[in-house]
């Protein structure tokens, strides 16, 4: 049988506000064990929550930037449930009435197509605390650093049918989030997490099939394979004949595989109710239209004036409006040299090419787009040719020189464009090398066109590589064919 | 000293008659000796209060008191106190020490008042007899066989037993306004919102709220002036002006509309209560005030919300107390599970058990519409019964409880118990202010007069129940106790 996978994500995303969603402690990351706890995240009898108004702000600036409704009012609700890391023993979260309502995400997938994936609605909860197995003989710890977090969950109807489309899905969710600057987007570090909701269905089929969630998973990797495992793994049972239960599953990373969680009858009645201590928070047109004017340019909108204004290739605009911090340095180096194709062809090559051996993110680059697009002017001037640039590059990258300019005099980079001096360095190695005329006037003419290559090779060896290769090819070209 | 009121006893303070030392002595001597009885305070902070107290004179004798300055109260034990134990009348707090300040704790200190101790209550404030703490069951001052009223039971009998001029009491349901009928005091819960809840342990959060309990309307006005207003850290404490609730006291009440509504005089009023609250509003009618009949025709289905939603909001409220990061731990838990289910059931007692259940099931999938969201409805409905009254009446009168304080372990089924607060309850549904005034003696029990009015009318109310009390002198009576 044909089965079509049906996909939908939640999405948590950790909004950068300094404080924590509903109290005046620290949510900076990596500080010791409980540092960063104050009597409401503790839960301390008597303390209460008071919104913070920032992490309001990022998730109407979300709800905008995905073109979802933001309605007039929503409402705090808890969601009850045991849990050590839990300190109050519910979690205020939203439900009936979320912060941003309907929206739409485009996503580019491998072949350039583009598609919607609806958002069904967004809501802001706190986070939860940490709860430490390892080095507590037979204890578990408790870290509440991170309880009272606040998160975005952004919940997408199931309109993804491949590992692919889900993978394209949160990386256009991370593009939209950093670029509007309300998550670092950090995987690693847990600033976005995804619970996988994956079913099978027999193609033609509508009635969607029974679902298994996968929590947790947390890099863009881990979801495209804690998909592909499950598709296979509901592949096999229905072909056998078999029922997929509704459960949640955990992805295991080293195993590489999901694992049953627990089971829609062992899951929790959360109770959720609205919570006593939040007035329902109530936004008005002026409050949204102030939003909107402090949104950046978005992902799809760059993409769209990369490929209209710049004229770059779809895939060149989508690769380099990955990130924020990648297109804000592309279009940096783009200004300094003033070819677009020629500052895109080297962020994507030789920068990115580099920063991915390191390991480093572009906000981590030891050359600043500053020193490339200096770089780049000199390609653009012919002063040097694209053999030098690179050396330069290299020295850059291993911050031996500040600018471009300096090394390009001190290593003798400067491209020999002096007809006269390229002329007599083509004359001597013809005059060096009479077997290869003779081969080559004997050629056919398609062949010549390849054996030129060596002559060229041998003036660029001789000017030790300043010499402008399109100029001495020309020239070459010129007095061999000057023989036949 | 112990029989002053709190205005007495600044007007001495200010003429220098006696220190804040000695007052504060006096009055912990006082404790000390005939508290054994009463069971009114959990815990006595004698060093802590002679401490306050010397600040206070030493502030005096700069010249820099305030009205408050030097005043002894003490605090019903839900509101958190730095440093203090705070244990909501729970064995599941008997460990806990506060490491800051209720807000309103905090705005009384810095108004200089001294406090004495920590009262007595029902467990996280639930019961009308104060006979659900883990403390034990206070005594009504006026006869130790009979209960104080609850939750702030505790507040209420140290206040009429003269071990401190005023206390701070919650009211959810009824918790200040019926414990100060028992008693034969003045309590007043002021309109939800009106004073910060950041500190005082929840028990339902939309209902409970913070009010003074004191001898007269006019100590209870004192201490509104320094308890009300917005606070940054209380999401629901509204941001309005705070009139000052001292002035304006004496207004005459010539014209007065006083609203008798007719489901708080049906049946199950005690003849005797009945009695004596009708005698109160011919009072007020000799002092000018106009009566009529009035309607609030959802008033039997208050009980029925209030045991929804608050129950609700508690299960969900109480489940931080589950041994991990502070309070009762059960020994040796075997695992989580065990953990949480030992430490709960050994830390709560029969009544916060039986709310918790009730507010789990009532929030259960399946449940929620038939009885939460009904719940809520009815809420509304009642809220609209008073703004409809409030249109026709400036005030509502009426009884405080059906009955006069019982004898301990006479209402040994929850649901007798419940029905003391069906004329309070409603209030706390609706949200507005009430007071509760000594209107009687019958058989040596003090009988409580309940004052309504509209949201943030705690001034009128205050005016109200004042020109009353210069009329009348029950609120003078005072309990003769035996050590």
Redesign the interface.
């Known amino acids: 049988m044909q089965w079509e996978v049906v996909i939908g994500l939640e999405v948590h995303v950790q909004l950068s506000t300094c404080s924590k969603i509903f109290s005046g402690a620290s949510t900076a990351f990596g500080a010791e064990p409980n540092t960063q706890a104050c ?1 409401i995240d ?10 913070n108004e920032n992490a309001v702000a990022m998730a109407v600036r979300f709800g905008l930037a995905i073109n979802a409704e933001i309605p007039e009012y929503s409402v705090f609700e ?1 969601k ?1 449930y ?1 849990y ?1 890391d839990l ?4 979690q205020t979260s939203q439900m009936a009435h979320p912060v941003v309502g309907r929206g739409e995400v485009d996503i580019t997938l491998g072949d350039g197509t583009v598609k919607t994936v609806r958002i069904h609605h967004a809501h802001m909860e706190e986070d939860a605390g940490k709860s430490l197995h390892e080095d507590y003989s037979g204890m578990t710890g ?1 870290d509440l650093n991170r309880a009272g977090t606040p998160l975005l969950e952004i919940v997408s109807e199931p309109d993804m049918h491949s590992a692919e489309e889900a993978s394209a899905y949160i990386r256009a969710i991370h593009a939209i989030v950093t670029y509007l600057g309300i998550s670092d987007g950090n995987m690693a570090e847990g600033s976005m997490r995804c619970d996988v909701n994956v079913s099978l269905r027999p193609k033609g089929q509508e009635k969607l099939g029974t679902r298994a969630e996968i929590k947790n998973v947390n890099s863009f990797r881990f979801v495209e394979r804690a998909i592909a495992f499950e598709i296979e793994r509901q592949r096999e049972i229905l072909e056998d004949g078999g029922v997929v239960i509704q459960e949640t599953r955990l992805y295991n990373p080293d195993l590489d595989e999901t694992r049953s969680m627990r089971t829609k009858e062992e899951a929790n ?1 959360y ?3 609205p919570c ?4 329902p928070l109530m936004l008005d047109e002026a409050y949204i239209e102030h939003q909107r004017s402090l949104l950046p340019e978005l992902p799809s909108e760059k993409r769209q004036r990369f490929v209209e204004s710049l004229g770059l290739s779809t895939y060149d605009a989508d690769v380099l409006t990955g990130s924020r911090a990648l297109a804000e340095y592309f279009e940096a180096v783009q200004q300094h040299c003033s070819d677009a194709k020629l500052a895109a062809n080297w962020v994507q090559g030789d920068l990115l090419g580099r920063l991915n051996r390191d390991g480093l993110d572009i906000t981590e680059s030891p050359v600043s787009a500053e020193q490339l697009g200096g770089l780049l002017v000199r390609l653009v001037d012919d002063t040097i040719n694209g053999k030098g640039a690179k050396q330069v590059f290299a020295d850059l990258w291993e911050r031996k020189v500040e600018t471009a300019d300096e090394i390009i005099d001190a290593r003798g980079l400067k491209q020999v464009t002096d007809t006269g001096a390229i002329e007599s360095l083509c004359d001597q190695v013809i005059a060096d090398n009479p077997v290869q005329v003779t081969q080559y006037r004997e050629a056919s003419e398609d062949k010549r066109g390849k054996m030129i290559g060596f002559f060229v090779g041998q003036v660029m060896k001789a000017s030790r590589g300043t010499a402008n290769p399109p100029q001495v090819n020309a020239m070459l070209k010129e007095k061999l064919d000057a023989l036949l | 000293m112990h029989d002053k009121t709190l205005a007495e006893l600044a007007r001495g303070l200010a003429a220098g008659d006696f220190s804040s030392r000695e007052l504060t002595t006096s009055l912990l001597e006082r404790i000390k000796r005939l508290d054994p009885v009463l069971n009114s305070f959990i815990t006595v902070t004698d060093e802590q209060a002679l401490k306050e107290a010397d600040a206070a004179d030493a502030l005096r004798h700069k010249g820099e008191a305030g009205i408050l300055s030097g005043l002894p109260l003490a605090y019903k034990d839900i509101f958190c106190t730095e440093g203090v134990r705070t244990s909501a009348g729970s064995k599941m707090l008997d460990n806990f020490i506060a490491p800051y300040n209720a807000t309103v704790v905090e705005k009384l200190k810095h108004a200089g008042t001294v406090s004495l101790g920590k009262t007595n209550m029902d467990e996280f404030a639930m019961g009308s007899s104060n006979e659900n703490s883990w403390y034990g069951p206070v005594k009504n001052p006026w006869n130790p066989t009979l209960v104080p009223g609850g939750s702030s039971g505790g507040s209420a009998a140290a206040v009429a037993a003269g071990f401190v001029p005023a206390a701070l009491g919650t009211d959810t349901g009824g918790s200040i306004r019926q414990p100060a009928a028992f008693c034969g005091i003045t309590g007043l819960k002021p309109t939800y919102g009106r004073v910060s809840r950041y500190g005082m342990i929840a028990y339902a959060s939309s209902l409970d709220q913070a009010g003074p309990m004191a001898r007269t309307a006019e100590d209870c006005a004192m201490l509104m002036n320094a308890m009300a207003g917005h606070d940054t850290r209380d999401s629901t404490s509204v941001s309005r002006n705070v009139p000052d609730y001292t002035q304006g006291l004496d207004k005459p009440l010539n014209g007065l509309k006083i609203g008798l509504p007719v489901e708080y005089f049906g049946e199950g009023l005690a003849p005797e209560v009945e009695t004596a609250v009708r005698e109160a509003v011919r009072v007020y009618e000799s002092l000018g005030a106009q009566v009529i009949e009035v309607s609030l025709p959802h008033t039997s289905m208050a009980i029925p919300a209030y045991y929804v939603i608050a129950p609700a909001e508690a299960s969900s409220n109480l489940s931080r107390y589950d041994g991990v990061r502070f309070g009762h731990r059960c020994d040796d838990p075997a695992d989580l599970e065990d953990l949480y289910k030992r430490t709960r059931a050994e830390g709560f007692g029969d009544e916060v058990k039986r709310r918790i259940l009730i507010g789990t099931h009532t929030l259960s999938e399946g449940f929620f519409d038939a009885y939460y969201r009904k719940a809520q409805q009815v809420r509304r409905l009642i809220r609209q019964d008073f703004l409809d009254a409030f249109a026709r009446v400036d005030v509502l009168m009426g009884p405080a409880a059906p009955t006069t304080a019982f004898e301990l372990g006479a209402k040994a089924d929850p649901v007798q118990m419940y029905l003391q607060d069906i004329y309070t309850i409603a209030i706390n549904l609706a949200g507005i202010p009430g007071i509760s005034v000594p209107a009687g003696l019958v058989d040596n029990r003090p009988v409580g007069l309940q004052i309504l009015g509209p949201h943030f009318g705690e001034a009128h109310l205050l005016n109200v129940a004042h020109v009353y009390q210069q009329a009348t002198d029950w609120h003078q009576r005072r309990p003769e106790i035996k050590e």
């Not at chain 1, 839960?43 to 929550?49: A, M, R």
């Not at chain 1, 300190?87 to 519910?90: I, M, N, R, S, T």
């Open positions: 009597g503790l839960g301390l009898p008597g303390t209460l929550p008071v919104l808890r009850n045991f050590p300190p109050k023993g519910y408790i009645d109770r959720y109710f006593p201590d939040l007035l």
